[in-house]
């Protein structure tokens, strides 16, 4: 209902659920919780007064099929904010398992982010990772604010995808690699051949 704070806590299983109430949260508590929602990684670029701007993000999402359209939240704080703000544009560039350098690198505050970075110029003149596992070129039409951040929404203008590479996660506050049930059932059979003394072409095919 309208006017109800958000309650929540965190447990160890289901049993100690059922023993507790839970608790009014605050900043604190709903970080602690948030991070247990999994997501991908993405570096956000663009390109204000002759520089080139990037972040790391991960609240970014779809926000319509047609037309294609996305959604990113940046904090108002954020060195980047000013330059997505005024130049109307970014770069969603959704990092694959290999680039978690990237995302830290992005992370940090720094002179040039784009040290040692690969990129190209799009379409609208922005900067594009190179290596990624997808990138999206972005034009913004709206944006509101909620809390501490902006939220712009955005036209998706170009996109690629690139189906050989895999994604890089983050969850709890550490970085991880996806494994699919298939991927996670072949190597236990693998494991399982591997210990009973079954050999042939096992490395070939690993």
Known sequence: MAGERLTVEIFDDDKQREKNEMKTADSTLFRR???RFASGVTVITTRHGGTNHGMTASAVTALSLNPPMLVLCVNREA????????ADSFVVNVLSKNQEHLARQFSRPSD???AGVETYT???????ITGCLANFECSVTARTTGGTHTIFIADVRAAAAYDERKPLLYYAGRFG??????????????????????????????
């Open 33 to 35: 919780t948030i991070s």
């Open 79 to 86: 060195p980047t904010h000013e330059a997505i703000s005024t």
């Open 112 to 114: 040039d982010k784009f």
């Open 122 to 128: 799009s379409a609208l003149g922005l900067p594009v």
């Open 177 to 206: 690699r996806l494994v699919l049930a298939e991927d996670d059932l072949r190597d236990l059979n693998r494991l399982e051949k591997a210990e009973s003394g079954w050999t042939s072409d096992w490395f070939r095919m690993a």
